[in-house]
């Protein structure tokens, strides 16, 4: 799910739409959509380094 200026964009086939009816009726701007974000991220644990990638488009988090 993601608000951007006032609507949430709510992917479509997802468990969060769902929940699209119940933010509708509690007033919230809804559009369900096919959304492809393409996040990456990095964790920085006392162990190391722990990655990941979103598993929608291209990349894989890789390391030792």
Same mark, same amino acid.
């Given at each position: 799910m993601l608000?951007?200026?006032?609507?949430?964009d709510i992917e479509k /086939?997802?468990?969060?739409?769902k929940l699209g009816s119940k933010?509708?009726?509690? $007033?919230f701007k809804i559009k369900v959509r096919d959304l492809?974000? /393409?996040l990456q991220g990095i964790?920085?644990?006392a162990e190391g380094?722990?990655? $990941?990638?979103?598993?929608r488009?291209?990349?894989?988090a890789l390391g030792d």
């Open positions: 608000n951007r200026f006032g609507t949430f /086939g997802t468990s969060a739409e933010l509708h009726k509690m $007033g492809n974000s /393409g964790l920085i644990t380094f722990e990655g $990941g990638a979103d598993p488009r291209e990349g894989i």
